[in-house]
């Protein structure tokens, strides 16, 4: 589990659930659930700014309440973009990787 904590800092989300894993196991069930990420790509690729804008916002709340470093980092990136024209670079990509390994890393976390 050790090479998870760049992507799920699980102390820190135990201690937002209060000690209780299997809220914390439930929650990320529903994070496996809906896949914003795959939404945000979508609507990025398509030139819908203001809803990958919306998207983007909520993913990022997600990402900080689950402890989500990687995937956190990735979408305040595109957030940014976003609000400022800054140049987007990897951050598709960037995304799209903190998506999978965070994804492999909740899987584990719930099968525990």
Do not use: W
């Amino acid at each position: 589990m050790d090479d998870c904590l760049p992507y799920i800092d699980v102390d820190d989300a135990l201690e937002r659930v209060r000690g209780n894993k299997t809220v914390l196991k439930s929650l990320f069930t529903v994070f496996l659930k809906d896949d914003f990420c795959l939404t945000l790509t979508g609507q990025l690729e398509a030139g819908r700014r203001e809803d990958a804008a919306r998207t983007a916002h909520a993913l990022k709340g997600v990402a900080a309440n689950l402890s989500l470093r990687a995937l956190y980092e990735a979408v305040l990136m595109i957030e940014l973009h976003l609000k400022t024209d800054a140049p987007l670079e990897d951050g598709l990509s960037r995304l799209m990787q903190a998506r999978e390994q965070t994804r492999r890393c909740a899987e584990q976390l719930i099968s525990v």
